[in-house]
């Protein structure tokens, strides 16, 4: 999927609305609407992480394509924000330092063999009975895994069916297109 530049700005600029909402009610003016384009309707998944000081303080996202992309990333910066239960949620005074990431998700695609995985541009799911887990195609490459290793931690620390899990879950590709921007003036 292509977002262009300015798509992408409405992008941070919706979800930085969204968290200064949630963490500063009543104190945000009324902005200009923001130009929610066809492409910004389309219905696909997302993520976001959060950053302070650059160090990960949320990331929440969905698969879901039951609303279009501009609501899943309003939805899911809010919940970044104050519902990742690994954090504290973001504080008013973590405002000014806070950097958004946003990962929008291509669909999902089963794969067979790990060999099938490119580093850095594909991101996993795995799904076994009911345990689901899922990496970001960045996260391989910031703590420099194999495809094993990737496929290792996603079965371990993210879908909780042990390190060697993956060798009997389906296992899925997607891949994301990620853009990272400092809070937008609001």
Request: hydrophobic content about 40%.
């Amino acid at each position: 999927m292509s977002i262009s530049g300015s798509e992408r700005k409405t992008l941070l600029t919706l979800a930085s609305r969204a968290i200064v909402e949630r963490i500063r009610p009543g104190e945000l003016l009324p902005g200009p609407d923001a130009e929610i384009t066809d492409g910004l309707r389309n219905r696909c998944g997302a993520f976001v992480s959060l950053y302070v000081k650059g160090e990960l303080r949320g990331c929440i996202g969905t698969f879901s394509e039951a609303q279009p992309l501009y609501k899943n990333v309003e939805n899911m910066a809010v919940s970044a924000a104050v519902g990742d239960s690994r954090f504290k949620p973001i504080a008013a005074r973590e405002l000014p330092q806070l950097e958004l990431e946003i990962s929008v998700l291509s669909p999902r695609k089963r794969i067979f063999e790990p060999a099938e995985i490119i580093l850095g541009k594909h991101g996993i799911y795995l799904k076994l009975d009911a345990y689901r887990g899922t990496l970001l195609p960045q996260v391989a490459v910031s703590q420099g895994w194999t495809v094993e290793e990737f496929l290792g931690n996603c079965a371990k620390y993210k879908a909780g069916i042990g390190w060697d899990g993956w060798k009997t879950a389906e296992i899925y590709t997607y891949e994301a297109t990620v853009f990272r921007s400092p809070l937008p003036p609001i």
